[in-house]
């Protein structure tokens, strides 16, 4: 059973820096893709990032790129998601999400919230 557990959320004012963490637990943790997404009240989860098994190769969401870093430290079954310069539009709930066999993300955390106000 794949579980993943998000935490490091909170409320933070605008420019401001978070950093929220995803531990892994029931399967080999460096042998697949991690992601975040997001989902914002009203709308629909978009994509934040992503990082490669080994993560040598990350992804961002363009309105993201030179704010937020993912990161993994794969002896500790843990990806992260630092995001700095935090604007009000980064409010939403963040999901840590695993990638299955097929290379689609298969696995999601529960969410934490992130709050930044202006």
């Known amino acids: 059973q794949v579980q993943l557990v998000e935490s490091g959320g909170g409320l933070v004012q605008a420019g401001g820096s978070l950093r929220l963490s995803c531990a892994a637990s029931g399967r080999i943790f460096d042998a697949y893709g991690m992601g975040w997404f997001r989902q914002a009240p009203g709308k629909e989860r978009e994509f934040v990032a992503r990082?490669?098994?080994?993560?040598?190769?990350?992804n961002y969401k363009d309105a993201v790129k030179g704010r937020f870093t993912i990161s993994r430290d794969n002896a500790k079954n843990t990806v992260y998601l630092q995001m700095n310069s935090l604007k009000p539009e980064d409010t939403a709930v963040y999901y840590c999400?695993?990638?299955?066999?097929?290379?689609?993300?298969?696995?999601w955390g529960q969410g934490t919230q992130v709050t930044v106000s202006s």
């Open positions: 999400t695993s990638e299955g066999v097929g290379g689609t993300f298969d696995y």
């Open positions: 990082i490669s098994a080994s993560g040598g190769r990350t």
